[in-house]
Antibody, heavy 119, light 107 residues
Framework: QVQLQESGPGLVKPSQTLSLTCSVS??????????WSWIRQSAGKGLEWIGR???????IYNPSLKSRVTISLDTSKNQFFLNLTSVTAADTAVYYC???????????WGQGIVVTVSS | DIRMTQSPSSLSASVGDRVTITCRAS??????LNWYRQKPGQAPNLLIS???TLQGGVPSRFSGSGSGTDFTLTISSLKPEDFATYYC?????????FGGGTKLEIK
């Protein structure tokens, strides 16, 4: 069973770049079996899908964030990553890395990491 | 984007009660509807996919139904661990979107 663990800074300054890592265990990113995704949860916007990637090279982003987001992966480390540029207080949220099974079925989820945007 | 609306937003009930949560999509999504439970301090956990398919390990007191735009999640007899927040999510189109949640509280 795949398990996910997010890591990264818990505090980011406004206008800077938020960078998170998701470490995968119990399964190989390079197998191509799943899509790998990021979702965030904030008090203001609830649960918001950020985007997803796959070893086949297809990466899709939420249009609402597309201009600021990059999701990538490193098969050698069995990790995937989130970069979100030009952050503001509105990007303060709990960020989850998540496996996509089938058509946008999110399971399992990492435990989440709280990221606060503040100077 | 497809908008998902859940009702009620909060619900008070007792252990042993039967409860139903409703989710409505802004356009038809067939049965591309998933349900999650989120306990305090934890990530959401998948309960039901494609409107009615119970995931492995999920108790049979949970059931889902519906198609098109109207869906329901029913818990037949509440246990203490069921007091949590429930979310529906459409997987019909990109971007996938979530309902605002239903917080189930102990009466």
């Amino acid at each position: 069973q795949v398990q996910l663990q997010e890591s990264g800074p818990g505090l980011v300054k406004p206008s800077q770049t938020l960078s998170l890592t998701c470490s995968v265990s119990g399964g190989s990113i390079s197998s191509g079996t799943y899509y790998w995704s990021w979702i965030r949860q904030s008090a203001g916007k609830g649960l918001e899908w950020i985007g997803r990637t796959h070893t086949g090279g297809s990466t899709i982003y939420n249009p609402s964030l597309k201009s600021r987001v990059t999701i990538s992966l490193d098969t050698s480390k069995n990790q995937f990553f989130l970069n979100l540029t030009s952050v503001t207080a509105a990007d303060t949220a709990v960020y989850y890395c998540v496996v996509i099974r089938g058509v946008y079925v999110f399971d399992p989820w990492g435990q989440g990491i709280v990221v606060t945007v503040s100077s | 984007d497809i908008r998902m609306t859940q009702s009620p937003s909060s619900l008070s009930a007792s252990v042993g009660d039967r409860v139903t949560i409703t989710c409505r999509a802004s356009e038809s999504i067939g049965t591309y509807l998933n349900w999650y439970r989120q306990k305090p301090g934890q990530a959401p956990n998948l309960l039901i996919s494609t409107a009615s398919t119970l995931q492995g390990g999920v108790p049979s007191r949970f059931s889902g139904s519906g198609s098109g735009t109207d869906f329901t999640l029913t818990i037949s007899s509440l246990k203490p661990e069921d007091f949590a927040t429930y979310y529906c999510q459409q997987s019909r189109s990109t971007p996938p979107t979530f309902g605002g949640g239903t917080k189930l509280e102990i009466k």
